[in-house]
């Protein structure tokens, strides 16, 4: 069982962009299109707010946005607001699981 | 729009089995795949198994095999999820979620149970 890497913590200033990279295999974010990032404030529930590598769900800011290349996936969030200040968790799909990554905490300074 | 709302804390000995429910409103049970995950307090998210919609059958993590049981009620549309000889290392909140989409788990989870806190301890 793998866990996608992630980099512990990312920072940025009000109104910069900040890039959340996802680090997997051949088997997992570089087979399928099937990548998903959610965002958990303290205490909450994670939230989706990517899916299937760049799809935003209904509501969810055009702020947030996704990419992929080869085995790693990047989410971008421009425009950097306070509430941004959460973790964010990558996960992909696989034919026999689903895997979370290590998971980011995002500090706006 | 789907909710799901979960059952209280537990807190069980070493050794002993949970139970925990996942209600859902406003769809039926029946139209949706309800998947399991964890996280141990300050720790990240793991996935723990559910109802893979490409082929309707249960799916479940390796680790976690022999041990976890993932139950439907669709008379009264709630889900369980049993794990059982838990250690304390089975401390974590517990969430129940649903897939994004009908047809794939593969699009993300969306909503999202309340989660569910199961302490183990002597």
């Known amino acids: 069982q793998s866990v996608l890497t992630q980099p512990a913590s990312v920072s940025g200033s009000p109104g910069q962009s900040i890039t959340i990279s996802c680090t997997g295999t051949?088997?997992?974010?570089?087979?399928?299109?099937?990548v998903s990032w959610y965002q958990q404030h303290p205490g909450k529930a994670p939230r989706l707010i990517i899916y299937d590598v760049t799809n935003r769900p209904s509501g969810v800011s055009n702020h947030f946005s996704g990419s992929k290349s080869g085995n790693t996936a990047s989410l971008t969030i421009s425009g950097l607001q306070p509430e941004d200040e959460a973790d964010y968790y990558c996960s992909s799909y696989t034919s026999i699981s689903t895997l979370f990554g290590t998971g980011t905490k995002v500090t706006v300074l | 729009q789907v909710q799901l709302v979960q059952s209280g804390a537990e807190v069980k000995r070493p050794g002993a089995s949970v139970k925990v429910s996942c209600k859902v409103s406003g769809h039926m049970l029946s139209e949706e795949s309800i998947h399991w995950v964890r996280q141990v307090p300050g720790k990240g998210l793991e996935w723990l198994g559910g109802?893979?919609?490409?082929?309707?059958?249960?799916i479940y993590a390796q680790k976690f095999q022999g041990r976890l049981t993932v139950t439907d009620d669709i008379s009264s549309d709630t889900a369980y999820m049993e794990l059982s000889s838990l250690r304390p290392e089975d401390t974590a909140v517990y969430y129940c979620?649903?897939?994004?989409?009908?047809?794939?788990?593969?699009?993300?989870?969306?909503?999202w149970g309340q989660g569910t806190l199961v302490t183990v301890s002597t």
């Open positions: 109802l893979d919609p490409e082929d309707g059958k249960r």
């Open positions: 051949s088997t997992d974010i570089g087979a399928y299109n099937h």
């Open positions: 979620a649903t897939t994004a989409a009908a047809a794939t788990r593969g699009s993300g989870f969306d909503p």
